[in-house]
């Protein structure tokens, strides 16, 4: 079945630094790739997205590009902010699908 | 602006009790989800709606019950709640896609009811 893995955190960064989160999917067909962040006492809320293969979703500066060779979809931004501290879920959801398959969530710290 | 709108946003209740959670959107979405999340389990779907009318089980429907009154609303019942349904509860709704499906529309997420059971 379809699966997201992402790298387990928590990820603790000094404010200014390159972040990378990774994600890798398993899926068959030709699913739509998301990022979602969620703030403390919040609910999920959409980051970015790519519906097919080499897309390049960005937003707040923050970028992931679509990789079927890979089966990668992973989140980078080059100067991150005490503000960006949350927890980001990578998610897929197939064609045609109701569901979406979410990640175990990646904790990020921001210092100052 | 509201978006998706959850109630209460915290309970607390003893075993045994009964509870509903409710869940409304006003973006006009056809389908609507329940999930709980949990530490270190991320976010695990309990029921879903494809669209008004219909509802399905999702990963851990077990204790559970759902309603979609109307196009809107989602509400979710625990009949008798254990401790194990601890945890946060959130409602997401997704619009269709012009293809009839629903592939590369992303969820969107009340802010989550906090349930404690004792």
């Known amino acids: 079945g379809n699966s997201v893995t992402q790298m387990e955190g928590p990820v603790t960064l000094s404010e200014e630094a390159f972040l990378t989160i990774n994600c890798t999917y398993t899926a068959t067909g030709y699913p739509s790739l998301f990022w979602y962040v969620q703030y403390p006492g919040e609910g999920l809320q959409l980051l970015l997205k790519?519906?097919?293969?080499?897309d390049k979703g960005s937003n707040k500066g923050f970028e992931a590009t679509y990789r079927k060779e890979t089966t990668s979809f992973h989140l980078e931004k080059g100067s991150v902010q005490v503000s960006d501290s949350a927890v980001y879920f990578c998610?897929?959801?197939?064609?045609?699908?109701?569901?979406?398959?979410f990640g175990a969530g990646t904790r990020l710290f921001v210092k100052a | 602006n509201a978006g998706v709108t959850q109630t209460p946003k915290f309970q607390v209740l003893k075993t045994g009790q009964s509870m509903t959670l409710q869940c409304a959107q006003d973006m006009n979405h056809n389908s609507m989800y329940w999930y709980r999340q949990d530490p270190g389990m991320g976010l695990r779907l309990i029921y879903y709606s494809a669209s008004e009318g219909t509802t399905d089980k999702g990963e851990v429907p077990n204790g559970y019950n759902v309603s979609r009154l109307n196009k809107r609303e989602f509400s979710l019942r625990l009949e008798s709640a254990a401790p194990s349904q601890t945890s946060v509860y959130f409602c997401?709704?997704?619009?269709?896609?012009?293809?009839?499906?629903?592939?590369?529309?992303?969820?969107?997420f009340g802010d989550g009811t906090r349930l404690s059971i004792l």
């Open positions: 998610a897929l959801k197939d064609t045609g699908g109701f569901k979406t398959i």
């Open positions: 790519a519906t097919k293969a080499d």
């Open positions: 997401a709704s997704s619009e269709r896609s012009g293809t009839g499906g629903e592939g590369n529309q992303p969820q969107h």
